[in-house]
């Protein structure tokens, strides 16, 4: 039987303290492949902690890729290949990489129900709190105001992003690397202009659509690289000769895939194998996972510098504050500075000193707690009314553990465009799994009749009429 000592540990959460400890010994060959885990009752009682840890802790474990789980067996340490890879030092080591074997449609509408625009609504934004931070920064900061910015955003805002990164993501990010913009879109631009016009970008297949126009738009090569239960698929990056990989591996959109660990490895072994491969890990809800701790973003493992991540604060504060930021790995810092500091930084001061002192002082952290148990409430409740509803029967849901988005597989004849068609008449506005992959997509995936329930935009209040009108869009005429 495993045994850990719980005694002098620092002040965290039983859970984590265990995930640590199985996670460390997988990583150090001490659990090895196919090792069964004890079952989550004995494990208890052996630890002397609760059930419940062991159970958080496992599912911590699985959600990253370290175990999975075997119906009505247990949970089991996944196989991982390792390989020599070179640490900051310039030191070899050996880490996790290879491979592992284990069991928008953005159109709006006049809809009464919206379940494709990302939304918030009012009542959940902290306009008083940040009105307060407002006044003080006219009252304090008038001179600075008035100041023009660097290229990459004022100081005080990117020292508080990189607080907030290593306290909720483990990141090790200095201010310096941090560069702020009107939004993700201006800064996929400065991406692009950073690693060369001459590179093949790859974009997720099914994915954002937006995205490969952004690209396309800057007339770069990209191309489309299909999207497994595990995420992007190597081999096809590989096939299609990608320079930039273009990935939300916390949670993938919309498919809500959460990349496991081996396949981030794998990931950054592509990207190691050649030199001027990047990949940019596109991180944009994961303050939004509902179950468990955040999954490790691939930043915060990659001893090569390859990977660009990049943020924004529209899913979390509000859609109309543009405010975004990419963490650029330290060996492109000066290529940055001495090829786009021309540039002037899109974001106002006025708001960059706000939102500065919002994370600052607590408040983005608090909000964020709170926006969480709210986002959780309305997915229970949308969830119960669909299994109260006669589409219980007939459908079944998934991926509903991150984000603000799960999928809702129905059983109907109707084809997606007829369905869709059909909710809009009623007043509902839905988007299916089907309209996010390439026309031109060779995949097999069962994706027809997936509908994505994006419930940013509903109340707890609307969850019954929700149901309701999926149900009836499948009868209207």
Same mark, same amino acid.
């Given at each position: 039987?495993?045994?850990?000592?719980?005694?002098?540990?620092?002040?965290?959460?039983?859970?984590?303290?265990?995930?640590?400890?199985?996670?460390?010994?997988?990583?150090?060959?001490?659990?090895?492949?196919?090792?069964?885990?004890?079952?989550?009752?004995?494990?208890?009682?052996?630890?002397?902690?609760?059930?419940?840890?062991?159970?958080?802790?496992?599912?911590?474990?699985?959600?990253?890729?370290?175990?999975?789980?075997?119906?009505?067996?247990?949970?089991?340490?996944?196989?991982?290949?390792?390989?020599?890879?070179?640490?900051?030092?310039?030191?070899?080591?050996?880490?996790?990489?290879?491979?592992?074997?284990?069991?928008?449609?953005?159109?709006?509408?006049?809809?009464?129900?919206?379940?494709?625009?990302?939304?918030?609504?009012?009542?959940?934004?902290?306009?008083?709190?940040?009105?307060?931070?407002?006044?003080?920064?006219?009252?304090?900061?008038?001179?600075?105001?008035?100041?023009?910015?660097?290229?990459?955003?004022?100081?005080?805002?990117?020292?508080?992003?990189?607080?907030?990164?290593?306290?909720?993501?483990?990141?090790?990010?200095?201010?310096?690397?941090?560069?702020?913009?009107?939004?993700?879109?201006?800064?996929?631009?400065?991406?692009?202009?950073?690693?060369?016009?001459?590179?093949?970008?790859?974009?997720?297949?099914?994915?954002?659509?937006?995205?490969?126009?952004?690209?396309?738009?800057?007339?770069?090569?990209?191309?489309?690289?299909?999207?497994?239960?595990?995420?992007?698929?190597?081999?096809?990056?590989?096939?299609?000769?990608?320079?930039?990989?273009?990935?939300?591996?916390?949670?993938?959109?919309?498919?809500?895939?959460?990349?496991?660990?081996?396949?981030?490895?794998?990931?950054?072994?592509?990207?190691?194998?050649?030199?001027?491969?990047?990949?940019?890990?596109?991180?944009?809800?994961?303050?939004?996972?509902?179950?468990?701790?955040?999954?490790?973003?691939?930043?915060?493992?990659?001893?090569?510098?390859?990977?660009?991540?990049?943020?924004?604060?529209?899913?979390?504060?509000?859609?109309?504050?543009?405010?975004?930021?990419?963490?650029?790995?330290?060996?492109?810092?000066?290529?940055?500075?001495?090829?786009?500091?021309?540039?002037?930084?899109?974001?106002?001061?006025?708001?960059?000193?706000? *939102?500065?002192?919002?994370?600052? =002082?607590?408040?983005?952290?608090?909000? +964020?707690? %709170?926006? $969480?148990?709210?986002?959780? @409430? &309305?997915?229970?409740?949308?969830?119960?009314?669909?299994?109260?509803?006669?589409?219980?029967?007939?459908?079944?849901?998934?991926?509903?553990?991150?984000?603000?988005?799960? *999928?809702?597989?129905?059983?109907? =004849?109707?084809?997606?465009?007829?369905? +869709?068609? %059909?909710? $809009?008449?009623?007043?509902? @506005? &839905?988007?299916?799994?089907?309209?996010?992959?390439?026309?031109?997509?060779?995949?097999?995936?069962?994706?027809?009749?997936?509908?994505?329930?994006?419930?940013?935009?509903?109340?707890?209040?609307?969850?019954?009429?929700?149901?309701?009108?999926?149900?009836?869009?499948?009868?209207?005429?």
């Amino acid at each position: 039987m495993l045994t850990y000592s719980f005694e002098g540990i620092k002040p965290e959460p039983l859970y984590l303290h265990l995930y640590k400890c199985i996670k460390n010994d997988i990583l150090d060959g001490i659990l090895t492949p196919g090792t069964r885990l004890p079952s989550k009752r004995s494990f208890a009682k052996n630890l002397c902690v609760s059930s419940i840890t062991v159970e958080n802790a496992y599912e911590q474990l699985k959600a990253e890729g370290y175990i999975y789980s075997v119906p009505k067996k247990g949970f089991y340490v996944t196989k991982i290949l390792q390989s020599v890879h070179k640490t900051k030092d310039g030191q070899t080591e050996k880490i996790i990489k290879n491979h592992v074997s284990c069991s928008n449609a953005d159109t709006g509408c006049c809809c009464d129900i919206d379940l494709v625009s990302n939304r918030i609504h009012p009542d959940n934004f902290p306009f008083s709190i940040w009105a307060k931070l407002m006044r003080e920064v006219i009252s304090e900061k008038s001179s600075a105001l008035m100041e023009k910015p660097p290229c990459g955003g004022i100081m005080e805002l990117r020292s508080a992003i990189s607080a907030h990164l290593k306290q909720f993501r483990n990141m090790e990010a200095e201010p310096e690397q941090i560069i702020t913009g009107a939004g993700t879109e201006y800064l996929y631009t400065l991406i692009i202009q950073l690693l060369g016009y001459d590179k093949v970008y790859a974009v997720e297949d099914p994915g954002y659509k937006k995205v490969a126009q952004i690209y396309r738009s800057n007339n770069v090569a990209c191309e489309y690289i299909p999207v497994d239960n595990s995420g992007i698929i190597i081999e096809e990056l590989e096939k299609h000769h990608a320079d930039v990989a273009h990935i939300s591996p916390s949670h993938h959109y919309p498919t809500g895939v959460v990349t496991p660990v081996s396949r981030r490895y794998e990931i950054l072994g592509w990207a190691s194998r050649k030199k001027g491969r990047y990949i940019i890990e596109d991180d944009y809800d994961s303050e939004f996972r509902l179950a468990g701790r955040p999954v490790p973003t691939l930043q915060s493992i990659d001893v090569m510098e390859h990977v660009i991540y990049i943020n924004t604060f529209t899913k979390s504060l509000a859609p109309t504050i543009r405010i975004s930021y990419m963490v650029l790995p330290k060996k492109l810092l000066e290529r940055f500075y001495g090829k786009l500091s021309f540039y002037s930084c899109t974001v106002s001061n006025f708001e960059q000193y706000t *939102l500065a002192r919002f994370i600052k =002082e607590g408040y983005f952290e608090k909000h +964020i707690n %709170r926006m $969480r148990n709210y986002y959780r @409430n &309305v997915r229970n409740k949308l969830m119960k009314e669909i299994k109260n509803s006669r589409l219980a029967d007939i459908s079944t849901i998934s991926e509903e553990s991150s984000g603000l988005h799960f *999928l809702l597989k129905i059983q109907t =004849e109707l084809s997606d465009t007829e369905y +869709i068609e %059909r909710c $809009r008449k009623n007043k509902i @506005n &839905v988007s299916c799994l089907s309209q996010y992959y390439n026309k031109d997509s060779g995949s097999t995936m069962d994706i027809q009749h997936t509908i994505i329930i994006n419930y940013s935009g509903i109340k707890p209040e609307d969850a019954g009429r929700t149901a309701a009108l999926l149900c009836s869009s499948l009868d209207s005429r």
